[in-house]
């Protein structure tokens, strides 16, 4: 969850970097959430993530050396805009290739708000959405599920 | 309560806890039906253990320097970059889950827009969130099923 000055470029001065770590395996940013925060329907062309009071660490910047105690609040919806396709390349590449994995994935439109609190600060967003980039969802499998 | 994860095995505390939270969902009290809010489950009272850590993907960027060993991936549309950080799409056949030895369902977006700060200023945001339920393997071979969020 990044926080930027307005008016500063690509890339942005960064102001805020709330995210959960890494683990001691490398595994990154990655936190187990409670099971019912995240809901599928429509046959999985809709889904919403509602969970409150996430622990996170605020960096400040990417990697940056202090970490100070935060937490967000995430309300997310995804809605496919287009009938899910076959993505990844399995096994056909090495383990380590970004396509060593196979998918059905529908682009999708995500959108929803963020807030967030430390001592200090505290932020709440207005809608953000996956206008200006990219979003999907759909089932998938890796690693040994391949 | 909550509890987050089932083993598949073998039998375990762990396994007989994971058996509950199935009853529990299967009574509506669990999964099926959320609580109006959720908690984080980390640190929590009701979440008697850890789980296991799940691997990670085995890839990941190598460039920029400052990305270098970081287990992420960016799919996104040749030629697209998101809109703050710059950082470009790597195309659409590209893992979205953080998670190796995973199976299940994942819901991926960088969303942006504007926030308004507790200190007056409004800030640019830029938010990479993956989420991904379903059946991951540890190390040791063990299976099991949770919630997991890139965030």
New interface residues.
């Given amino acids: 969850?990044?926080?930027?000055?307005?008016g500063t470029g690509?890339?942005?001065e960064?102001?805020?970097d709330?995210?959960?770590g890494v683990?001691?395996?490398?595994?990154?940013?990655?936190?187990?959430?409670?099971?019912?925060?995240?809901?599928?329907s429509g046959g999985?062309t809709r889904?919403s993530?509602?969970?409150?009071?996430?622990?996170?660490a605020n960096t400040l910047v990417?990697?940056g050396d202090r970490a100070i105690a935060s937490?967000?609040d995430?309300s997310?919806d995804?809605r496919a805009t287009a009938p899910r396709e076959l993505?990844?390349?399995g096994n056909s590449v090495p383990?380590?290739?970004?396509?060593?994995?196979l998918?059905l994935?529908a682009d999708?439109r995500?959108?929803?708000t963020?807030q967030g609190r430390q001592t200090g600060?505290?932020?709440?967003?207005?809608?953000?959405?996956?206008d200006?980039?990219?979003?999907?969802?759909?089932?998938?499998?890796?690693?040994?599920?391949l | 309560m909550?509890l987050?994860?089932r083993a598949h095995a073998p039998m375990s505390r762990r396994t007989f806890l994971g058996a509950s939270?199935a009853v529990a969902a299967a009574a509506g009290v669990?999964?099926g039906?959320?609580?109006a809010?959720?908690?984080?489950?980390?640190?929590h009272p009701a979440n008697p253990a850890p789980?296991p850590?799940?691997?990670?993907?085995?890839?990941g960027v190598t460039e920029p320097a400052?990305l270098e060993?970081?287990?992420?991936?960016l799919?996104?549309?040749i030629g697209?970059?998101?809109?703050?950080?710059?950082l470009p799409?790597?195309?659409?056949?590209?893992?979205?889950?953080?998670?190796?030895?995973?199976?299940?369902?994942?819901?991926?977006?960088?969303?942006?827009?504007?926030?308004?700060?507790?200190?007056g200023n409004?800030?640019?945001?830029?938010?990479d969130?993956r989420?991904?339920?379903g059946?991951y393997?540890t190390?040791t071979g063990a299976r099991f099923d949770?919630?997991?969020?890139?965030?």
């Fill in positions: 969850m990044d926080l930027f000055t307005p690509v890339p942005a960064q102001v805020h709330m995210n959960p683990l001691l395996n490398g595994l990154f940013w990655t936190t187990e959430l409670p099971g019912s925060s995240f809901r599928v999985g889904a993530l509602e969970v409150y009071g996430v622990p996170l990417f990697a937490s967000v995430i997310l995804w993505r990844g390349l383990p380590d290739d970004f396509g060593a994995f998918g994935f999708a995500c959108s929803g963020v600060f505290s932020f709440v967003t207005g809608e953000l959405t996956s200006t980039f990219f979003a999907e969802m759909g089932p998938q499998r890796n690693g040994v599920f | 909550h987050a994860h939270a669990g999964i039906a959320a609580p809010r959720a908690q984080s489950g980390l640190g789980s850590i799940a691997a990670t993907v085995p890839s400052f060993n970081i287990h992420w991936l799919p996104g549309p697209a970059t998101t809109p703050f950080i710059g799409g790597f195309g659409l056949d590209v893992d979205p889950s953080t998670m190796g030895d995973y199976r299940g369902f994942t819901a991926y977006a960088v969303v942006s827009g504007e926030a308004e700060g507790s200190d409004t800030y640019d945001v830029e938010f969130v989420v991904m339920r059946t393997e190390a949770s919630t997991f969020a890139f965030l």
